[in-house]
């Protein structure tokens, strides 16, 4: 963490994560304001609940694209459903088989998240669309495996870790988040690989010259994204009991917005996982505040989308060009 | 999207060279596809089959020749499915709602058109005068835009005037009118690139640095391209229209991300400047042909995503590495 004190207030406030704290406060002072209730403890841990779950594909998201190079990851929402089912299918709702059902699908999409990255590093190919191409294998597998019926459910225990409150009244699903958090920013921080990853998305020439194996550690950032998103599967099956193919869908685009509203530069090699927090936590509550409104759903949409814009125009925008 | 390495065009001897023929690879994946397919479908040559397929890849075409525009100025546009759709909606509902009367549709084919240039205005707006991040403004563009389609039109359903699709489906002056839509779009991507404005998008997606110092409007062509973008975009909508006959506020969303695999397919960089309209036209029939190929291959319904997810992946990784291999 930077040190504040030295800041005046106004460049505080102009930091991407401050903007999304209070993006966080506003919203939940607005949502109490518009329905009484929205702020209470209870929703405000189902809100932590889903914004999990968007966390945690985000954290590999947030890898990729840190890492530069154009990085992007548009596979996260079929290696989500993969996780999911794959998961399913190992548990088949007995608690035995949970360690090697997780074990399996963990190393499952870091295979998967593998391919993806030589395919960017030796090939070449970029990320928009290598993860494109990537995206329809999966669902193109997934369906293959499935043979397009959903099956498999969840182990009952795996249901309790996720849902069931721990300590505090948070559910099992916050912790995993935190933990996943507290060990990407000490990684990011603290360790060679993470400093690599700025390296290499910062100027891979540089990092090159520097002797930063930047081969390695781009293809480690797309392993860790598949990784993640196999997490998210299985805590989605968790949280859900059992997934239908496209569960994961409609994590492909928020995880790229939680980690751009979290203040990393889709430039790559600046930016950081506790901003990507915050992000997820911003747009679930957007999402939350316009679906307590009593308006229809393309209202909600069009807010949503406005907002979205509004908060890019907040921090989002790019260098002037100078003569 | 912006790289760090500048292609610039080079002009010299080499003249197979990617800047010269981006589209090589796409011209060689497309005739192979075309052969395989022929072997398949007996009827794959005669010319009903032939403009049925021009149609129905007419569209994802026109999505891709609009996208075109905005990736060689090294931008991206995620809302140009959701344009369709607005479209689409926005067209079907004021002729319906005017009694399907011939001035009617002169309207709503007229409005069409505007609503997808004022939509494409919007997005060059953001990017290039806001100078918002193209991926998260258009994607965020494109929610709105797609929420506007629903407030048109919740649910898919209303109807055009026979005449609509029976001339989008027939012939004028004894062409097809897929063929004339097809034409009108390669003759304007030929008139667009005689002109100044396509040399500065270029440039602008080369290197956008040196494009501003040299004296280039960058700002205004990024946004022309994205009107350009939203032009397009909505005459893929009218030409859904035109296929379905109804409307369907839904009916764009699923189209983004292939227009984007068919520019790519088609030759045209993501990092900007190199490329062209003609691979993206090409890319688009290539994902079209695959979809045939897989089907009259008679594939086992399970296995059609995975291979059709595959083929792809090959040709974009095939036509990257090639055309590198090319560069030297």
Redesign the interface.
Known sequence: MEKPSLETLKTFIKRPLSIAVIAILVLLVGGELLSPGFASPRQIVALLTIAALLGVVAAGQNLVILGGREGIDLSVGGVISFGAFLAGNLMQQSDANIIHAVVLVLGATFLIGMVTGLGVTFLRIPPLVMTLGMLGVVQGGLVLLTRGVPSGRAAPLLGKIVSDPVILGLPGIVYIWILVGITLSWVLRRTTFGLNVYAIGTNETAAELAGVPVRRTRVMVFALSGFFSGLTGILLLGYTEYVFIGAGDQYMLPSIIAVVIGGTSLAGGSGGYVGTMAGAVVLILLQNILTTLNIPPFGRQIIFGVTLLGLMLLYGRQRRLRG | ????DMRQPVSGRSGWSRQRHPYLMAALVFVVLCVVNAALQQTFLRYEVAISNVAAFLPMALLAVGQTYVILAAD?D?STGAIVSVVNVAVVTIIESMGGTGASMALGLAAGLLLGITCGAINGF?VAV????P???T??????F??????IL?QAGRQVPPVIYLTYAGTVLGVPSVIWILAGAIAFAAFVGRTRFYKALRATGGN??AA??TGLP?ARVRMGAFVISGFFAALAGLALVGETASGDPLIGGALT?PS??AV?LGGT???GCVGGVAGSILGAFILGLISNVIFFAQLP??????????I??LA??GG??MA?GKQG
Do not use: D, H
Request: glycine share 8%; with cysteine; proline share 2%.
């Open positions: 999207m912006k790289s760090a991206i995620l953001c806001l100078r918002l991040q991926i998260v403004t994607f965020g563009t494109g929610i709105v797609a929420g506007f389609a629903l407030w919740p956008i640095q501003y110092q960058v991300l984007i695999t790519v960089a993501l990092s319904f399970e296995w059609q995503g995975l291979v059709q997810g595959l792809i992946l974009l990784a990257v590495v590198r």
